[in-house]
């Protein structure tokens, strides 16, 4: 059933959201010059996928996890994209292609071994990742590795669909704090 729920509303989404998409992309174009950032993310039985995002660093900066990145590496466009969460739009496509849910836990980087460890421990892994889910709305972010683990299993234990629509209305709504960076 959420299977559905996710193809229709991403497809929904990219359908009546392209507009807003082609003008970030060319704003993006003017900010970075290289607006779309494709990053290889931990999947699904930790199977790797390419994560679709709008760029919001400089081209050459480090792959990091975001809790670890530089505030310096962030550019101006880039901070209202991850302020407003529309950085995360293209990953609609990582939803249509059946890489995301809309809900689940954020996919992580491979490099990032002790959240690895611990989602596995709780069979995080066994479902798809998302754009969004109950550790999100709780502004719990990936540099507590096992605090966010254990909401990411206790959400996807208890995951009704009204709670899929829940925690996708508080993220449109603005709760959660986006992608945190070092000061």
């Not at 460890?117 to 550790?135: H, M, Q, S, W």
């Not at 683990?149 to 629509?165: H, I, P």
């Not at 925690?167 to 945190?180: E, Q």
Request: glycine share 8%.
């Amino acid at each position: 059933m959420i299977r559905i729920f996710d193809f229709l509303f991403s497809f929904l989404g990219l359908l009546f959201l392209w507009p807003v998409l082609v003008i970030l992309y060319i704003i993006g174009l003017f900010d970075t010059g290289s607006p779309i950032f494709v990053q290889e993310r931990v999947g699904r039985y930790k199977k790797p996928f390419k994560l679709i995002k709008f760029r919001t660093m400089h081209v050459n900066t480090q792959s990091v996890a975001t809790h670890l990145s530089s505030s310096s590496s962030v550019t101006k466009f880039g901070s209202f994209l991850r302020k407003s969460k529309l950085d995360e739009l293209p990953q609609l496509i990582n939803v249509l292609k059946g890489d995301m849910s809309l809900v689940g836990p954020r996919p992580n980087l491979f490099n990032q071994t002790e959240l690895i460890a611990e989602r596995d421990k709780r069979g995080v892994y066994n479902f798809l990742p998302g754009i969004t889910g109950l550790a999100q709305v709780n502004e719990i972010d990936m540099s507590t590795p096992v605090e966010l683990s254990e909401k990411d299993a206790e959400m996807l234990q208890n995951l009704t669909v009204s709670d899929y629509f829940r925690y996708i209305f508080a993220t449109v709504s603005g709760k959660g704090s986006g992608d945190r960076i070092k000061k």
